[in-house]
């Protein structure tokens, strides 16, 4: 067990400035926003602040009412506030590693849990993915993020990207897929055999297939979604 003196542990753990922009990693864990204007959030991140910074959750409507019904619809989280003004302001979630993607006129698909922050200039758009709305409580929900500017996703512990080509499908487990290449549409197939192994009952026998040219994001852990209460 490390021990400090009250010196030595501030000076470890302090806030330090690196000087990396609009998006900076304090910790691999804690994500430092420096804000001059607006930002898009995961609902509840926030664990810190300081400047004059409101906060606002995402309307009802401002997306357009099709998010609006979609949201309605899976009834899941991933709800967006906006942080707006100047200062510092730190997110979290759950202590999941955070990772940050600079996109520069691309698109990636990220499931709608491990979305953190991105900048005002992405477009996003919410997807409800029907055809697995039957099998998984909820559906599957994801975020198309696309444009140029930062954007911050989450991932239990370590994640992994699995190239998929041309005749080499990738197959994973919904619950541990944390993003796609925008190109990417998957499909849904069941596997019974796998109850067999797994008595969850959750969906280890619901599998992501994707198929053509990119790229899948999986984490080495299984991330069951839970339900918003109003």
């Given at each position: 067990m490390?021990?400090?003196?009250m010196?030595?542990f501030i000076n470890?753990?302090?806030q330090?400035?690196?000087?990396?922009g609009?998006?900076?990693?304090?910790?691999?864990?804690?994500?430092?926003?420096?804000l001059d204007g607006?930002?898009?959030a995961k609902?509840?991140?926030?664990?810190?602040?300081?400047?004059?910074?409101k906060?606002?959750?995402e309307g009802?409507?401002?997306h357009?009412?099709?998010?609006a019904?979609k949201?309605?619809?899976?009834?899941?989280g991933?709800?967006?506030?906006?942080?707006?003004?100047?200062?510092?302001?730190?997110l979290?979630?759950e202590?999941?590693?955070?990772?940050?993607?600079?996109l520069?006129?691309?698109?990636i698909?990220?499931?709608?849990?491990?979305?953190l922050a991105?900048e005002?200039?992405?477009n996003?758009q919410?997807k409800?993915?029907?055809?697995?709305?039957g099998m998984?409580?909820g559906?599957?929900?994801?975020?198309?993020c696309?444009g140029?500017g930062?954007i911050?996703?989450t991932s239990h512990?370590?994640?992994?990207?699995?190239r998929?080509?041309?005749?080499?499908?990738v197959?994973t487990?919904p619950?541990?897929?944390v993003?796609?290449?925008g190109?990417?549409?998957?499909?849904f197939q069941?596997?019974i055999?796998?109850?067999?192994?797994?008595?969850r009952g959750?969906?280890?026998?619901i599998?992501?297939r994707?198929?053509?040219?990119?790229?899948?994001?999986?984490?080495p852990?299984?991330?069951?979604?839970?339900?918003?209460?109003s």
């Open positions: 490390s021990r400090f003196s010196a030595e470890q753990t302090e330090k400035d690196k000087g990396e609009f998006f900076e990693l304090e910790t691999p864990r804690l994500l430092e926003v420096n607006l930002v898009w609902a509840g991140s926030m664990v810190a602040y300081h400047g004059k910074i906060f606002e959750r009802i409507l401002e357009g009412l099709g998010t019904f949201k309605a619809l899976t009834g899941e991933a709800s967006l506030m906006k942080a707006n003004g100047t200062g510092k302001l730190y979290a979630d202590g999941k590693k955070i990772i940050i993607l600079n520069q006129n691309d698109s698909f990220v499931n709608g849990n491990d979305l991105f005002p200039g992405i996003w919410i409800l993915m029907k055809r697995i709305t998984m409580a559906g599957l929900f994801n975020v198309r696309e140029s930062m911050a996703i512990y370590e994640p992994l990207t699995l998929v080509t041309p005749g080499q499908p197959i487990d619950n541990a897929t993003a796609w290449s190109n990417l549409q998957p499909e069941t596997d055999s796998l109850k067999t192994f797994f008595g959750s969906g280890e026998s599998q992501m994707f198929e053509g040219e990119g790229f899948v994001v999986v984490q852990f299984e991330e069951v979604k839970r339900v918003e209460k």
